[in-house]
Nanobody
Framework: QVQLVESGGGLVQAGGSLGLSCAAS????????MGWFRQTPGAQREFVSA????????YYGYSLEGRFTISRDTAENTVHIQMNVLEPDDTAIYFC??????????????????WGQGTQVTVSA
């Protein structure tokens, strides 16, 4: 079992920056990647970004690369996402995820096994 705890959400003005962190505890055996999804009311959970645990390969949701940067610390079992030039449309609950997703389906929420409780990010206009 893996437990995930997010931190770093909050309120920011449009154009500002925010960083989110996720700390994983428990056995990381079988975890090949960690990532972030986000969700707004009434919508499905949307892929934001992911990073493979061993090689550090990164993946981003559509139009997010360039504004968002994901990184990991394998010694601390943490993943961090730096979000810059935030827009009101980035407002959502952001969830940390961990698991062994197949790379072709890394964007699918169904491929991830473990989830954090989520942290709210609100971007004001």
């Amino acid at each position: 079992q893996v437990q995930l705890v997010e931190s770093g959400g909050g309120l920011v003005q449009a154009g500002g920056s925010l960083g989110l962190s996720c700390a994983a505890s428990g056995s990381m055996n079988g975890i090949s990647a960690m990532g972030w999804f986000r969700q707004t009311p009434g919508a499905q959970r949307e892929f934001v970004s992911a990073i493979t645990w061993n090689s550090g390969d990164t993946y981003y949701g559509y139009s997010l690369e360039g504004r968002f940067t994901i990184s990991r610390d394998t010694a601390e079992n943490t993943v961090h996402i730096q979000m810059n030039v935030l827009e009101p449309d980035d407002t959502a609950i952001y969830f940390c995820a961990a698991g062994d997703p197949g790379i072709p389906l890394i964007h699918s929420r169904l491929e991830w096994e473990y989830w954090g409780q989520g942290t709210q990010v609100t971007v004001s206009a």
